[in-house]
């Protein structure tokens, strides 16, 4: 099983940035953050693939978050920019043990604790 720690997190104005960052106990090769708020199901947020060979994007947060890894201390990141009150959630970092099809949420299953990212209306 992948252990994922999240840290980053935290409240920031709307318009503010934030990163967070995962550190992984091994490398995987689909990566991803997912975000949940109460009352609604978990989704996926940002995805990336083997060694920053791609990326894919919720459309929602499109062209202000940018997801990265670094393989050589086992961390994956989430640049998060011109945040909007919309992304206030619980933050989770996951990790595919085998799978390569790294657009199916389905296949993450291993996750962090969560980091809680809020931005105030």
């Known amino acids: 099983r992948v252990q994922l720690v999240e840290s980053g997190g935290g409240s920031v104005q709307a318009g503010g940035s934030l990163k967070l960052s995962c550190a992984a106990s091994?490398?995987?090769?689909?990566m991803a953050w997912f975000r949940q708020v109460p009352g609604k199901e978990r989704e996926g947020a940002a995805f990336i693939f083997g060694n920053n060979y791609g990326t894919a994007y919720a459309d929602s947060v499109k062209g202000r978050f940018t997801i990265s890894r670094d393989n050589t201390k086992n961390t994956l990141y989430l640049q998060m920019n011109n945040l909007k009150p919309e992304d206030t959630a619980m933050y989770y970092c996951?990790?595919?043990?085998?799978?390569?099809?790294?657009?199916?949420?389905?296949?993450?299953?291993?996750w962090g604790q969560g980091t809680q990212v809020t931005v105030p209306s």
């Open positions: 996951a990790a595919a043990s085998t799978s390569l099809d790294c657009n199916i949420w389905s296949v993450y299953d291993n």
């Open positions: 091994e490398r995987t090769y689909c």
